[in-house]
């Protein structure tokens, strides 16, 4: 079974980083993709970015390009979200998640992510 958890959540203000973590223990296979995704009040949850655990490609909505950027630890099996030039509409609960190919089986329990304009 796969277990993720998030970290790295907080308040920030506008235009300041952040970087958010996801530990995952369990049996990850290289086949596995690791996905970014977030929810605000009143709205569906988006994807956000995403990790090609076997060789690392990355790819982001439109909304992170050029602003986040997911990377990977191997060594640790942990994933991570840098967030830079926050934005308060970048508010939201952020959930990491694992699966084979782009399914998204696992998911963590999410990390608020505050951004104060």
């Known amino acids: 079974q796969v277990q993720l958890v998030e970290s790295g959540g907080q308040l920030v203000q506008a235009g300041g980083s952040l970087r958010l973590s996801c530990a995952a223990s369990?049996?990850?296979?290289?086949?596995?993709?690791m996905g970014w995704f977030r929810q605000a009040p009143g709205k569906e949850r988006e994807f956000v970015g995403g990790?090609?655990?076997?060789?690392?490609?990355?790819y982001y909505s439109d909304s992170a390009k050029g602003r986040f950027t997911t990377s990977r630890d191997d060594a640790k099996n942990t994933v991570y979200l840098q967030m830079n030039s926050l934005k308060p509409e970048d508010s939201a609960v952020y959930y990491c998640?694992?699966?084979?190919?782009?399914?998204?089986?696992?998911w963590g329990q999410g990390t608020q992510v505050t951004v104060s304009s």
């Open positions: 369990g049996p990850i296979f290289s086949y596995y993709y």
């Open positions: 998640a694992t699966g084979p190919g782009t399914q998204y089986t696992y």
């Open positions: 990790i090609r655990w076997s060789d690392g490609t990355t």
